[in-house]
């Protein structure tokens, strides 16, 4: 399986500043606003697991003769099977009598969440939405009388006959709440830039003694070892939509999919 990339979708939302900080934010330079919007957008895709996003993607599905009929696994390359590797096969779909796991043909497990399909084609042609449906945010199933095809030659173009693609976005919506933490962080980041007094991401330091008064401030490194920011409202959000503290979104294997191996 592919790790997570991103973020696809993610937009920092300024809308939460107060009118002062909206007119301090427009006043720092383009490109400091382009760089503080990145990196805040992808600390909290992040902080909150890199589960949240919308990135498209377009595979191949391949059905027949696999341990498991994820679109974007590579065949198996166990027991003899024909290896398909980087995109790239060559070849022909071996007798239906060697198969190794029994397929159905009205279903495509794609690697979930499946947020929305944008596009099915099979031998080039659009196949109408009408004809299938998503269930569990991985299975895509045929609803009409029509198969999807169990072999195609990847190698080909997805617009000639023999041919069979999904186009779909992955992931799980992004929350309004965690673009606007992305604009609140960005802030910061651009305050922490320009040098300003107002920035409230934490320092290197941990303890202040001024006229006798000691004050402890965060350790920036236990923070983000622990996926917070500092910054009380990013914290809360960070904290509302990942609890259990991941760092990329849960994957589930199943061991039946894959031979047995004896011997070792």
């Known amino acids: ?70 679109a974007d696994l590579d065949a198996a390359d166990a027991d003899g099977f024909t290896y398909l590797g980087n995109g790239a096969f060559i070849g022909y779909p071996p007798s239906m009598s060697s198969c190794c796991a029994r397929v159905d043909p009205k279903t495509v497990i794609l690697e979930p969440p499946v947020y929305a399909i944008t596009q099915v084609k099979v031998d080039g042609v659009v196949v109408a939405p009408a004809n299938y449906r998503v269930d569990e945010s991985t299975r895509l199933v045929r609803i009409d009388e029509n198969a999807w095809p169990t072999w195609q030659n990847i190698a080909t173009d997805d617009t000639v006959v023999g041919s069979f693609s999904v186009t779909y976005i992955i992931g799980l919506g992004i929350p309004t709440l965690l673009e606007q933490m992305a604009g609140t962080l960005a802030l910061e980041i651009a305050r922490g830039i320009c040098g300003s007094t107002l920035c409230r991401l934490p320092s290197r330091a941990t303890e202040i003694i001024r006229q006798g ?9 236990w923070l983000m070892e622990n996926g917070r920011t500092g910054i009380s409202e990013v914290d809360l959000a960070i904290g509302a939509y990942n609890p259990a503290r991941i760092r990329s979104p849960y994957r589930v294997i199943a061991p039946l999919y894959y031979p047995t191996v004896t011997g070792v």
């Open 213 to 221: 008064t000691t004050v402890m401030l965060s350790d920036p490194e």
């Open 1 to 70: 399986m592919t790790p997570p990339m991103g973020p696809c979708a993610w937009i920092a939302d300024h809308s939460g500043h107060s009118a002062e900080d909206l007119a301090e934010w427009l006043g720092y330079p383009l490109n400091i606003r382009n760089l503080a919007d990145d990196l805040g957008c992808k600390a909290m895709w992040g902080f909150t697991g890199r589960q949240y996003d919308e990135c498209p993607r377009t595979v191949r599905p391949i059905l027949a003769c696999t341990h498991r009929s994820l």
